[in-house]
T-cell receptor, first 114, second 113 residues
Framework: KQEVTQIPAALSVPEGENLVLNCSFT??????LQWFRQDPGKGLTSLLL?????REQTSGRLNASLDKSSGRSTLYIAASQPGDSATYLC?????????????FGKGTLLTVNP | DTEVTQTPKHLVMGMTNKKSLKCEQH?????MYWYKQKAKKPPELMFV???????INESVPSRFSPECPNSSLLNLHLHALQPEDSALYLC????????????FGQGTRLTVV
């Protein structure tokens, strides 16, 4: 059974700092990996999708990497801002025939202090 | 347009009530999902619809009944729920082929009293 672990569970940093969130998964037979952001009581906002053949993806101040063989992904946030405060969720996407399923980690709660 | 729209945003229902949650997307996605999320927990998959057919049911109790009337709509019918069913219910969609990027709605906050 695929298990996804995110470290740390919570992180508090001062504004402007660069930071790294970690995600690991137990079964390397994934199709893709997706990072999300969730604000309290809200839905999930897709940040980055990394296909299994890719090593990294970038969007603005965000950079996500994927090492499928070691079962790891990182989300790098540059020059953090208070508006980045949210829970960040990593999800691995596995294929079961014609279906795709997302398995989530428990998330990292990020607080960026002004 | 990468929007998935869920209604209502909030719902309070009694244990004997029947209610429905609705989800709509106009991205042409052929896979649609229901997830349940309890406080401070990750989303848990409930159902997957692929080309309007139920393809995955993660052993969800029968008091939750999904329906996919067409490729843009997904409903979740609720009946005889328990207080422990109170949660944020999230709908998502993805293209099914090619990119598997999933897009989520803002959720329905359900409270069962």
């Amino acid at each position: 059974k695929q298990e996804v672990t995110q470290i740390p569970a919570a992180l508090s940093v001062p504004e402007g700092e660069n930071l790294v969130l970690n995600c690991s998964f137990t079964d390397s037979a994934i199709y893709n990996l997706q990072w999300f952001r969730q604000d309290p009581g809200k839905g999930l906002t897709s940040l980055l999708l990394i296909q299994s053949s890719q090593r990294e993806q970038t969007s603005g101040r965000l950079n996500a990497s994927l090492d499928k063989s070691s079962g790891r992904s990182t989300l790098y946030i540059a020059a953090s801002q208070p508006g980045d405060s949210a829970t960040y969720l990593c999800a691995v996407i596995v294929s079961g025939g014609s279906n795709y399923k997302l398995t989530f980690g428990k998330g990292t709660l990020l607080t960026v202090n002004p | 347009d990468t929007e998935v729209t869920q209604t209502p945003k909030h719902l309070v229902m009694g244990m004997t009530n029947k209610k429905s949650l609705k989800c709509e997307q106009h991205m042409g996605h052929r896979a649609m999902y229901w997830y349940k999320q309890k406080a401070k927990k990750p989303p848990e998959l409930m159902f997957v619809y692929s080309y309007e057919k139920l393809s995955i049911n993660e052993s969800v109790p029968s008091r939750f009944s999904p329906e996919c009337p067409n490729s843009s709509l997904l409903n979740l019918h609720l009946h005889a729920l328990q207080p422990e069913d109170s949660a944020l219910y999230l709908c998502a969609s993805s293209p099914q082929t090619g990119s598997t990027e999933a897009f989520f709605g803002q959720g329905t906050r359900l409270t069962v009293v």
